[in-house]
């Protein structure tokens, strides 16, 4: 196989294993990164889980720059737009998020148009299936289910993600086939030395830095599953127009500290197993934002149907217990605790 396939955010977390998922399947990988500076190091990261390099090549594209787009898709079979505004801490002003995010899928789906591009498989996430929803909580969830973001509940992140892949939806109706993914809580072994949104979670946990566990529940995936379920949705026309939630569980922090603390007990003595109250957790949410963007899912643990994913993956998907200790004891030995 010798397709090429354009990939968007090759440098982060998911996007180095939805490389290495593709090389392994023959295909020619185009990556795009804003700083051309970084490709000798995002190759080395992505070779360092194992893959080919040979067949993978840099391209510089901007979010917010028409610069490069055109000529990047041009030849590329297929399309996964990973690429995503970084994000360490929610911003004063959304629109730091959300502008990048709409733009940026806007200009992906437009060179796609332009250069023939067969497929579009776009990241979206879990927040824009389950976040921000007030007083009617269903317990059940799944790729029908939107939030409404005229309630004001969501965080900048999940309201960037929720209007990119709306966004998305409006553009591509005319073609290139779509299919969108909603990974929950990514986790799993690191390319490199940067641990990614949610593994920063992880980190803090065995950092110590969090004293008592705020009542929250994730829905985690394995990052080498979810890039294996990005690469079977390119020729999977079964799901073409349809949203894939990939999240299993939910699992709540406190289970998840509690396992942690089993399978490095060199570090349990860190690692936090009280529970705060809610009350408590809303009064620190006042003089913390990444705090304050997650006070509305306290005590919220829908179910998730992930059943899609499961179908792509063709085989049953990681534990989360498995996967989490993979990315504790990786990032143990990258020497990221210190």
């Given at each position: 196989?010798?397709?090429t ?35 000798d ?8 889980l ?7 090549e ?18 590329a ?18 629109s ?9 899928t ?43 973001p ?13 209007l990119?892949?709306r966004?998305?939806w ?17 986790i799993?072994?690191?390319?490199d030395d ?5 593994g ?35 020729t ?36 936090p ?15 913390d934002?990444?705090l ?7 005590g ?29 004891r ?9």
């Open positions: 196989m010798s397709d396939v354009l990939l968007t955010g090759v440098t982060g977390f998911l996007g180095g294993h939805v490389a290495k998922s593709l090389l392994d399947r023959g295909y020619h990988v185009r990556g795009s990164l804003r700083n051309p500076a970084r490709s190091k995002t190759a080395k990261a992505i070779e360092s194992g893959a080919d390099v040979s067949r993978l840099f391209v510089e594209l901007d979010l917010l720059n028409d610069a490069g787009w055109r000529e990047a898709a041009e030849g079979r297929f399309m996964v737009h990973s690429a995503s505004p970084f994000v360490t801490s929610m911003p004063r002003d959304p730091v998020l959300i502008e990048p995010a709409v733009r940026g806007e200009r992906a789906i437009a060179a796609a148009k332009n250069a023939g591009t067969e497929k579009i498989v776009l990241t979206s996430s879990i927040a824009a299936i389950v976040y921000g929803r007030g007083g009617n909580r269903p317990q059940k969830l799944g790729p029908d289910d939107w939030p409404d005229a309630d004001g509940l969501l965080s900048a992140y999940a309201l960037s993600k929720l990119a892949e966004r998305a409006e553009l591509a109706q005319d073609g290139p086939a779509l299919t969108v993914i909603n990974p929950g809580f990514i799993g072994p690191l390319p940067d641990p990614g949104t949610s920063a979670v992880l980190l803090r946990l065995l950092r110590g830095d969090i004293p008592l566990l705020p009542n929250l529940h994730f829905h985690p995936v394995d990052v080498r599953d979810l890039a294996d379920i990005h690469v079977n949705s390119l999977s026309a079964a799901m073409n127009g349809k949203r894939v939630p990939a999240g299993f569980g939910p699992v709540s922090i406190r289970e998840m500290a509690r396992e942690l603390a089993e399978d490095v007990p060199e570090h349990a003595g860190r690692i197993q009280r529970v705060a109250p809610n009350w408590l957790i809303r009064l620190f949410a006042l003089f934002r990444d304050r963007a997650n006070v509305n899912e306290l919220y643990a829908p179910a998730l149907d992930s059943s899609g994913s499961v179908e792509l993956l063709g085989r049953t998907p990681m534990t989360s217990r498995q996967t989490v200790a993979d990315m504790a990786d990032m143990i030995a990258k020497g990221l605790l210190k």
